[in-house]
């Protein structure tokens, strides 16, 4: 029987779900539930991670360190995990008050081409002897051979294992058993998954994934996430364990958790909205969403023209500001194309 | 050549060439050496087409050829700038560096110019600082009760060379304290975009300053001012998206082109930053031109 580690993203892309807003009478007791019901790594903070708290992405209720804070008073054997993207976090400003504030596990993530700007951080993280994943964001824009190299480099900084991120929820299962077992093949770590359900196929991809030889899976409770949500967790452990997949988590406590969550943190539940479709159609980040639709309420243009016009730019998360640009060039043609 | 002086890049990358190229058109700026570590890298190839003098010895060419060069383009790294000032703040160079070694006086020419005439180590802080501080500069000054103000740059990942990605942080907290000290506002975040789509996006930046909602038709005049001074060194410097009040903040959205000299025209961050250095380098000719100052009489 393989074993596979979940990683539970519910309090990190969950935070997209409601801007950033995630407060410590929802984090502590989550995290509380989340290590009664043997989830081996939570990660918490902003959706882009450390650092990114900011107009261009969205500004967080509580800083990074009181997130943390929150989520280590609650956690003793589960591990705790942050997420950062080189260009938002630096070391000296957020991954090193991190690493003091006693987190366990880094996800250091860049865009699917980028791998050699998460250099310094993954050696950084691993030589303070924490565990330490590499994560490619929006995955879907590039071939395989792409992602190999990619990994590699990770692989040669030092990274525990690699996290392929389907961020903009484009993958069909035929996508991730493609680039999956690629991976697997190529690298001597670890390689996971972190779907989106753009097309409502985060679970399925997600269980692709292991049968194509993944062993972590990063998901969230209810699905909660940006966009269209991701994976739902206790689902994927669900099924895993009817698959015969040890994951370590108890069926009716990871239940228990999600019925919390529920009640406690997702205010509306998750799905796939029509926006969702467009985004995951266009291969637009998912967490732009709630930009695109105030920006293009704004400038009175439709949404969907909007992503499908980021789409043709190839915007990668964190251009959030080519919204606004985007949808003022759409308003000015329509005004031309009236007069 | 009378009038100009004489000038040497250190540093053969996509900087240091590029710099290279532009000093071939500058009237006021004579490029006697060309230094990098290795003749046949791109950059030296490239020296040696245009017919400039190639060194392959590093600052080594500078110590045994003291009267080269009276002005230094450093554009190799921050620690070894560190080493190159040791050995050149006790002689009468000048040096514009490139690198984000924080040693020097930061210029903007066109916030600061006159201030270079003053030192003889002056640093170019960064393509994102060159692009948005002067119209940080000119929204602080024409506007009150400014909280916060956010930089986010993308430029095209074929741009950013090894030394970019690698010193990410550095460009970061680089260009915040930069940011801070020509806004005056202390409450500032930069962040960097690398975008791999091909065709090579141009240089982006984007300016959020979190603020009431100023008098726009007064800001607006000020903004599109400011881009007439930045375009008479910059020529690709365009503002896409002009001064704009949205959720709580204004928002100016700028595109930098390059000029093609050594990169592709996508690059316009690399451009930027070098379009600042020549000005301020020639701002240390024409100062000497007109004897309103004597190079070797600055002190560091």
Request: charged share 20%; with cysteine; net charge neutral.
């Amino acid at each position: 029987m393989k074993n596979i580690s979940i990683i539970d993203s519910t309090l990190r892309d969950g935070n997209h779900a409601v801007r950033h807003q995630l407060d410590k009478n929802q984090i502590e007791p989550y995290c509380a539930a989340a290590e009664a019901a043997g989830v081996p790594v939570v990660v918490v903070g902003h959706g882009n991670g450390l650092g990114a708290s900011s107009l261009q992405v969205g500004e967080s209720l509580l800083t990074d360190i009181e997130i943390i804070a929150a989520a280590r008073s609650n956690l003793k054997k589960t591990k705790l995990g942050v997420f950062i993207i080189p260009g938002f976090g630096t070391i000296n400003k957020d991954l090193n008050k991190a690493i003091q504030e006693g987190i366990d596990l880094v996800c250091v993530s860049s865009h699917c081409t980028e791998a050699d700007t998460t250099q310094r951080h993954i050696n950084y993280v691993k030589e303070r002897g924490k565990l330490v994943y590499g994560n490619l964001m929006m995955t879907h824009m590039v071939s395989k051979g792409a992602l190999i190299d990619e990994c590699l480099k990770m692989q040669s900084y030092g990274a525990d294992g690699v996290i392929l991120m389907d961020s903009a929820g484009a993958y069909i299962p035929s996508d991730v058993t493609e680039k999956i077992s690629a991976l697997v093949g190529s690298l001597k770590i670890p390689v996971g998954f972190h779907g989106h359900n753009n097309f409502g196929l985060a679970i399925a991809n997600s269980i692709v994934a292991v049968e194509a030889g993944a062993t972590i899976l990063d998901c969230c409770v209810l699905g909660f996430g940006a966009g269209a949500g991701n994976a739902q967790l206790e689902a994927v452990v669900a099924i895993l364990s009817k698959r015969g997949y040890l994951t370590g988590i108890d069926l009716y406590k990871i239940l228990d958790l999600a019925d919390l969550a529920g009640k406690k943190i997702v205010k509306t539940p998750q799905g796939v909205k029509s926006i969702s479709i467009v985004s995951g159609l266009a291969g637009v980040f998912s967490g732009f969403v709630r930009h695109v639709e105030r920006v293009a309420g704004q400038y009175g243009v439709d949404p969907r023209d909007v992503f499908f016009e980021l789409g043709r730019r190839k915007a990668v998360g964190g251009q959030e500001d080519m919204i606004i640009e985007v949808a003022i060039n759409l308003a000015d043609k329509r005004r031309k194309n009236e007069k | 050549m009378t009038g100009r002086i004489k000038v040497a890049i250190l540093g053969s990358g996509n900087i240091g060439t590029d710099l290279l190229m532009k000093t071939l058109r500058s009237k006021f700026l004579e490029c006697t050496r060309f230094i990098g570590r290795n003749l046949n890298s791109k950059g030296m190839v490239k020296g040696k087409e245009v017919g400039v003098l190639l060194s392959d010895k590093g600052i080594d060419e500078i110590v045994e050829n003291p009267g080269c060069c009276q002005l230094i383009f450093d554009a190799t790294s921050a620690r070894d700038h560190l080493y190159h000032w040791s050995l050149l703040k006790d002689t009468d160079k000048i040096v514009v560096d490139m690198t984000p070694s924080k040693i020097g006086k930061m210029i903007v020419p066109a916030i600061n110019l006159n201030d270079a005439l003053e030192h003889r180590n002056v640093n170019m802080i960064s393509c994102g600082g060159q692009a948005s501080i002067p119209l940080v500069h000119t929204l602080t000054q024409a506007c009150d009760g400014v909280e916060y103000i956010e930089i986010v740059s993308s430029i095209a990942s074929a741009s950013a060379g090894a030394g970019t990605r690698v010193n990410i942080d550095e460009y970061i907290e680089n260009t915040e304290e930069a940011l801070r000290f020509f806004s005056k506002c202390n409450n500032v975040k930069v962040i960097l975009i690398l975008n791999p789509a091909v065709p090579s996006i141009d240089m982006q930046t984007t300016i959020s300053a979190k603020m009431p909602k100023p008098d726009m038709r007064k800001l607006s005049a000020a903004i599109a001012k400011m881009e007439k001074s930045i375009q008479a060194y910059v020529p690709g410097y365009l503002i896409v998206v002009p001064p704009v009040y949205e959720n709580n903040r204004v928002v100016i959205m700028v595109r930098v082109r390059g000029l093609g000299d050594y990169l592709p025209g996508y690059a316009g961050n690399l451009d930027i930053i070098n379009c600042a250095a020549i000005a301020t380098a020639e701002k240390y000719a024409q100062g000497k031109q007109s004897n309103r100052f004597n190079l070797a009489e600055i002190k560091s």
